[in-house]
């Protein structure tokens, strides 16, 4: 799958390879959280320790979507699952030990602390997000056990194409299980994520279904302007049905590849986010229970719960 170009491409953009069809990209975040600066939404919300967390990838070019918002490069889509996989225990050594190998450098960094890298060398989150969609590897639910049997949370991002997948992990579920709702109706839904199979819109609404049998569930919402920042009464409609533990509302950004398909115009100001999760609350009964304006992200919660943060 990763010939010699792709990883090359994939290793200038700071990616670790690891394996035939994972990686680990360590995140802007972590890189500041480890020197004390500031932490990822994620730690805001949820407790989660960023200079902990290895963000991640087992399905790198699986995906069957080709959304406008998406920071990879559409070339090297596989819209199919991952075939001959790579096992469990080979991916998370192979992702742990790539992390930390990363994260040497900071030893020269003006602004270590002995503590905050001592720590980050005993990582204790997997956040499955990277890139692709990782419910398309296969192993996935052993994936999910081996992380849980190590003390370590697990941060499933899924753009909900693969149901069948969900419906496995209910009986090996991870940490939190995110859904990215990308539109408010089926129509927008086909601009905004180009999908590659003809039913797309039909499996994201039964993964959705399945939303409520998850311990910790959250549909994302990532919203740019021209694009699917628009009829917050219909993504209400959805949400109060589904009934996620969470909602967050998120900025779409042009960065990486999503730079020449979306202008830098489409990004959502933190308060145009606000104002579009207020709406979303006057139709759904929620209310915003966080936020972090420099991430542009907001939390909507009907009701707001000690156990939103995780405690380790």
Known sequence: MLNHKIKADLEKQGYRIVGSHSAVKVCLWCKRAITGKDVCYKNTFYG??????????????????????????????????????????????GLIKAQKEYLQGFKGNKNFTKKLFEEAMQPKHVALSLAGDATMYPKLPELIDEIKKRKMTSFLVTNGLKPDMLEKLLK?????????LPAPNEKIYLKVCKPLVKDGWKRLQKSLSLLHKFKRSTVRLTLAKKLNLVNPEQYAEIIKKIKPMF??????MPVGYAQYRMAYE??????????????????????????????????LMKKDLKTRKIKF
Not at 64 to 75: A, G, I, K, S, V
């Open 266 to 299: 489409q990004m959502p100001r933190h308060e145009e986010i606000k104002e579009f999760a207020k709406e979303i609350c006057k139709y759904s009964g929620l209310k915003i229970v966080d936020e972090k304006p420099n991430s542009r992200v907001v939390l």
């Open 247 to 252: 909602v967050e509302l998120k900025a779409a």
């Open 172 to 180: 090996h579920m991870p940490t939190q299980l995110y859904i990215t």
């Open 48 to 93: 989660i320790q960023s200079h902990r967390c290895v963000q991640s990838s087992v399905t790198l070019l699986n995906c069957l979507h080709r959304c406008e918002f998406c920071w990879r490069c559409m070339d090297y889509t596989v819209p199919k699952e991952v075939e001959n996989p790579d096992e469990p225990l080979f991916i998370l050594d």
